[in-house]
């Protein structure tokens, strides 16, 4: 036979077949349904088997728990609502496991009262892409838990714990007090280092709860003009800004180009604060810091950056200092908890940006950018 003998429909059943593509065709009003060779194939049958074929084969076929969708589908169909019927159902197969078919089709003949008669569509095996989605979901959900639950754990610990710290603090302060002139010394030192390492402790665990609550307590997410975050921020830092006799300059420098962002307002604030007032505090002591807050505007996101003219960071330990009580530096040299920069990284996240440490262009101090989309 030559390829010219091939009539149209031959050529196009092949084609079908050739891309694997499933066919039925159903007549509405009688219940006669044909299907193609492949049809049968995708639920394990040779077409012979099933033979002879009608609207139960199908019906038989279907997924119990899919079935109503699907009947709502073709009726919106049938109606006029929609230009073709489509559906997701599982089909079960010969050896009873159930395959996913992405099941499609169209009414092309009506009867002379205007009803719908043949039905043609497609069946395409769907099981592979199906099972990805499923079990991606399934692991989408089972990370949100197990964050939402770390999140609760974080609150509680850091909640919970600091009443017996409490205790433990004013008992010590009162032992001090009681004690008095009676302590030794070196007694007194000791006394000093427990009440310190209360402390200490007090702030970390408040810090702890601070992290904790980032997408809890937070306002939720609206339009907002991000300029108002970067301002609020400065107003809260005045009294570091004064002290430290730091310059800061912002780019655009005119406020209103800054763009609108779909964030929450108070965690906009609070990360401009975090990053700003680690660029006010890791400075060389005889210098005074000299801030700049730069936007730029890149393929689908905002750039923002911090840069300063402090001590700097070894590019090999910046990721590390968005993890929490991560710092380089002892408590006398600079004095902090070690989690605002992981409050930073939460909220940007959280927006769905991305945060790092980049090479300063003016070659001393750091340069901290996050993203956020526009
Ligand atoms: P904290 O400031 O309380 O220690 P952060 O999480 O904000 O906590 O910062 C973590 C560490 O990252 C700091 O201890 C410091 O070593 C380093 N760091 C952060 N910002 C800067 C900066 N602008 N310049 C130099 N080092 C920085």
Known sequence: MKIEDFDEKESLKNILWGMG???????????????????????????????????DTWMSLAHPDDLAESEARLDAHF????????????????EGHWVWVLDRGRIITWTAANEPEWIVGTHLDIT??????????????????????????????????????????????????????ELSAENKKMMDFAVKGAQRLDQMLLALLDYSRVGRKGQPKESFHLAEGLQEALLFLQPDIQDSQAKIRWEPENLEAW????????????????????????????????????????????????????IGIDPEQSERLFQVFQR??????????????????????????????????????????FTLSC
């Open 21 to 55: 593509v499933g066919t039925w065709e159903w007549n509405i009003q009688t219940g006669e349904t044909r299907f193609n060779e492949r049809w049968a194939e995708i639920v394990g049958f040779r077409l012979e088997e099933l033979q002879p074929t009608n609207i």
């Open 79 to 94: 109606k006029g609502e929609t230009d073709f019927y489509e559906c997701e159902a599982r089909m079960r197969h010969k």
């Open 128 to 181: 592979e892409r199906k099972e990805m989605e499923l079990a991606f979901h399934e692991k989408a959900e089972e990370l949100r838990l197990s964050n939402k639950e770390l999140e609760q754990f974080a609150y509680v610990a850091s909640h919970d714990l600091r009443q017996p710290l409490r205790m433990i603090n004013s008992y010590l302060q009162m032992l001090e007090r009681r004690l008095g002139k």
């Open 259 to 310: 763009p609108q962002v779909q964030a929450s307002p108070d965690e906009m604030t609070r990360l401009f604060q975090n990053l700003l007032s680690n660029a006010l505090k890791y400075r060389y002591k005889d210098q005074s810091p000299d801030i700049r807050v730069t936007l730029t505007s890149e393929q689908e996101h905002w750039k923002i950056r911090v840069q300063d003219n402090g």
């Open 328 to 369: 380089l530096h002892t408590q006398q040299e600079y004095a902090g908890t070690g989690v605002g920069l992981a409050v930073v990284r939460k909220i940007v996240e959280r927006h769905g940006g991305q945060v790092g440490v980049e090479p300063n262009t003016s070659g001393q101090g750091s340069c901290f950018y």
